[in-house]
């Protein structure tokens, strides 16, 4: 495996302990700062990756943290995801590519991730996602000061798909809309985990190790619940996400889910799943976003049923059970991703 520049973490905390003038008289000691990693995997990202490091690499900067590495795994990318990558680490040090050399899934990635990084926090951003803005990451990590949480995610919010008749983007909103609205009655279920952003702290991730036949984010949030750890949905740090490229996409990842969850039920067990991850009234609330939303759920039960029959009929399950579950991804546009401020006020309005 090459490795493009020096990756050596600097672990620790910085900062001072304050001092004590006299006995009536005390200063607050400064805050302590963390560092912080921030990971990108990517398998032919060549469209996206240089979007997302631009983001990162003008994130607000915080005098209570510090991102100390860029990290983008490359799992033996066949495009131009290297070369980018390579090129934008001229402008900015805090860049380092890691090449594998065989491809191995997401799921090693993030494995590697945890065994290169020894920062306070490790933050894993899906190539294909964009940042709403500059404080985004700051309100993702503003979470781990008390010392108490160890895992949090981001709040993701699917672009708005405009005027169109592209089935996939229909069925990809009214599957954003159905998940919001159920995150927003319950923070975490099996319905509603997603790991495009995610940020762990340094004792709860140098503990894990990730099996390649379980999905990275249900393995990782599940073990946070099972090890009664503390997690925070964080839906003021707004990171975007664009709709899958077509309906077989859509439906591939509706399978892979069905595959997974069916892993973590057998690996976590029934109970956690099915009671504890459990969706109280799921099929009400998607009807009811049926009748508010007619087309678009249309085209989300057109894809979801297709992804069910996948499913029956074991349709790359030789894949999945590798970790090879990457689907064809484009950046973002920005007017795609300003197009949905209106949108997502809606929606923190309570408006459906």
């Known amino acids: 495996m090459g490795i493009e520049g020096n990756y050596m973490a600097h672990g620790g905390k910085l900062g001072n302990t304050g001092v004590v003038p006299s006995s009536t008289t005390r200063v607050k000691p400064p805050p302590t700062e963390m560092t912080v990693d921030v990971v990108i995997p990517a398998f032919n990202e060549a469209s996206c990756i240089e979007g997302v490091l631009r983001d990162v690499m003008l994130a607000k900067p915080c005098d209570w943290f510090q991102i100390q590495h860029i990290y983008v795994i490359s799992d033996a990318s066949t495009d131009q995801t290297d070369n980018m990558v390579q090129r934008v680490t001229r402008r900015d040090p805090r860049i ?75 069925a990809a909103h009214f599957d954003w809309i159905v998940v919001d609205k159920i995150r927003r009655q319950k923070a975490i279920s099996w319905w509603s985990i997603d790991g495009r952003v995610m940020a762990l702290s340094r004792d709860f991730y140098r503990h894990l190790v990730l099996p390649h036949s379980l999905a990275d984010d249900q393995f990782i949030f599940y073990s946070c619940i099972q090890q009664g750890r503390q997690f925070v949905w964080a839906d003021d740090a707004i990171f975007y996400y664009g709709p899958p490229e077509s309906m077989a996409d859509f439906s591939h990842q509706w399978s892979r889910y069905f595959f997974y969850t069916e892993k973590s039920r057998q690996y976590f067990g029934k109970e956690l799943l099915d009671k504890d991850m459990s969706v109280p009234g799921l099929r009400r609330e998607i009807s009811s976003c049926l009748l508010r939303h007619p087309l678009c759920g249309l085209m989300w039960l057109l894809g979801f049923a297709i992804s069910r029959t996948e499913f029956i009929l074991r349709v790359n399950f030789h894949k999945y059970e590798h970790g090879f579950f990457w689907t064809i991804s484009n950046r973002l546009k920005t007017e795609n991703r300003d197009s949905s401020i209106g949108s997502l006020m809606h929606h923190k309005h309570g408006i459906h």
């Open 96 to 170: 380092k590519l890691i090449r594998k050399q065989e491809r191995k899934g997401k799921q090693d990635s993030i494995n590697l991730a945890f065994s290169v990084s020894s920062a306070d926090i490790i933050v894993f951003i899906d190539a294909d996602v964009m940042l709403a803005s500059e404080h985004s990451l700051a309100k993702l990590l503003h979470h781990f000061r008390d010392g108490e949480v160890a895992l949090v995610q981001g709040g993701l919010v699917r672009v708005h798909p405009g005027f169109t008749i592209h089935a996939a983007k229909l």
